[in-house]
């Protein structure tokens, strides 16, 4: 079986990117490539892929354009593409078979492509049925929680809380970043910051919590900015406990 995709992107080092990582995958194949919204729709139409990598903000036609200009014809799956985690709820709204927060990673990309792969595998699964984003629950207990529930099409998946890299707030929803994948959660920054282990998670701005385990470096940069550098290299914008974090840190590298 070949995945045929299509590529959408205003930025030509992020289709670069994508079409690198994408030629690893020995049973996907590339058959279209386009740098604005509008040229997608019509690509989209002759091409029938059976994936769209989808770049959520583009001059005059972003994805949301594109996907609700198809929706009459029956949809393929989308796989989103943002540099800002807050527009996964727009992807959560519409149909999404993924959602990749840039700078994303090979093995990121490859979860994604695993899921279209399943869909497509599934006999009687119609590509053209709504989907969403897996959305976690927030049921638990505060100052219990050691597990996220997430639904994820017919079964729920339990992610660990030290699997969380960060959390970054959404409108009333927060994006779960992990290193297999993102999940949406109805639930506010507030609230979710009095259930987590405070010896773990910091809150290192307005919008982000960040999982102190998953931190290899904090920077200074400039206007006296700092930042925080991820094991897996992702940089988090640090506004707020930077003097905390480092003394945490210092503390749980000495246990």
């Known amino acids: 079986m070949t995945i045929r995709a299509v590529v959408v992107d205003d930025e030509p080092l992020a289709r670069s990117r994508l079409r690198k990582f994408l030629a690893l995958e020995p049973d996907v194949e590339i058959v279209g490539e386009c740098d604005n919204g509008h040229e997608a729709i019509g690509c989209i139409q002759q091409q029938a892929p059976d994936v769209v990598f989808l770049d959520l903000h583009m001059p005059q036609c972003g994805g949301l354009e594109v ?15 943002t540099a800002h985690a807050q527009h996964a709820v727009e992807a959560f709204e519409v149909q999404a078979a993924d959602y990749l927060l840039k700078p994303f990673t090979q093995a990121r990309l490859q979860e994604a492509v695993r899921r279209v792969r399943q869909r497509l595998l599934v006999p ?19 100052g219990r929680r050691t597990r996220f529930a997430v639904k994820d099409a017919n079964q729920t998946l339990f992610v660990r809380i030290q699997d969380v ?3 970054e707030a959404a409108a009333n929803y927060v994006v779960l970043c992990t290193s297999k994948g993102n999940h949406i ?4 920054l507030r609230n979710l910051e009095a259930s987590l282990p405070a010896e773990s998670f910091l809150r290192i701005s307005r919008s982000v919590i960040v999982n102190l385990d998953h931190i290899s470096a904090i920077r200074s940069g400039a206007a006296d900015e700092w930042e925080v550098v991820l094991h897996n290299g992702r940089k988090l914008l640090m506004t707020r406990g930077w003097k905390e974090a480092q003394q945490r840190l210092q503390y749980s590298a000495s246990k």
């Open 124 to 142: 009687g699964q119609k590509l053209t049925s709504p989907s969403t984003l897996p959305i976690a629950s927030a049921e638990l207990p505060l």
């Open 67 to 81: 996907v609700r200009a198809l929706q009459a014809e029956g949809l393929p799956a989308m796989i989103f593409v």
């Open 185 to 188: 959660l109805r639930d506010t």
């Open 165 to 167: 890299d960060y959390i």
